[in-house]
């Protein structure tokens, strides 16, 4: 039997995404594990467990674990998968006031885009719309995930 992954824990991983480090779902369990790349490899190089911190055999076990039984496993899209930039511009363009929505396009281009959309959400008081849009975008994408790898969820 196996139990289902909870949306919400997706949607926080994949919000959370950090360079360096990869996210699978435990099929079985449900469960959500993120691991660092650097701990995939030594589990793959089978590196022993001396002289390591508490945390770290705690990390290079689930690694361990994650690279011995990987069938058992699936990995979340990573934050080039989501592509929040295309995110961010398909809400700019969802704003019925087109002076902000092209006021909105212009600060996402170029350096500091994420920098200057926000100040600029900030300043039209439509952040709260953004941050709606956003949270259901990216639960439209976990429940897709979900439903493209046979994982049950709840929501």
């Known amino acids: ?47 022993t467990m001396d002289d390591l911190q508490d945390w770290q055999i705690e990390n290079l076990e689930i690694a361990n674990e994650i690279v011995e ?16 930039y295309k995110m961010v511009k398909d809400f700019c363009l969802t704003v019925k006031d087109v002076k902000v929505q092209k006021i909105l396009l212009i600060a996402i281009e170029g350096k500091g885009a994420f920098r200057k959309f926000k100040d600029t959400v900030i300043e039209f008081n439509i952040e709260m719309d953004w941050y709606s849009y956003r949270d259901r975008r990216y639960k439209d994408l976990a429940i897709a995930w979900c439903q493209n790898n046979d994982i049950e969820y709840i929501d």
């Open 69 to 84: 039984n990987y069938e058992d496993y699936k990995e979340l899209p990573s934050k080039y998968e989501i592509d929040e």
């Open 1 to 47: 039997m196996t139990n289902k992954v909870k949306i919400k824990d997706i949607i926080e991983e994949m919000e959370m995404h950090f360079e360096g480090y990869r996210s699978f779902v435990k099929i079985r369990t449900g469960e959500v594990f993120s691991v660092s790349e650097d701990d995939l490899i030594d589990a793959e190089d089978e590196k």
